[in-house]
């Protein structure tokens, strides 16, 4: 339900949520190790804008892209 250690959290329908690591999934999607360099959490060089990211181009499977800090466990 609250993994501790993951850093990459899926929101899909239906309320579900599938956590991840974004180390393993940029390591074996090249379309992942894009989608993790496209900019930075808040507080980072290469942060871009604030907010949702629209990612509806990338196709059907992917809609935006949200960074949030969490709290470190």
């Known amino acids: 339900q609250a993994p501790l250690c993951a850093d ?8 579900h949520r599938v956590f991840a690591h974004r180390v393993f999934l940029a390591t074996a999607c090249s379309r992942f190790y894009d989608l993790f360099t496209l900019e930075g959490p808040p507080g980072t060089p290469g942060e871009g804008d604030e907010g949702p990211r629209d990612l509806s181009g990338w196709g059907r499977g992917f809609l935006s892209l949200r960074w949030e800090p969490v709290a470190d466990p």
């Open 8 to 15: 990459v959290v899926f929101q899909l329908q239906g309320g």
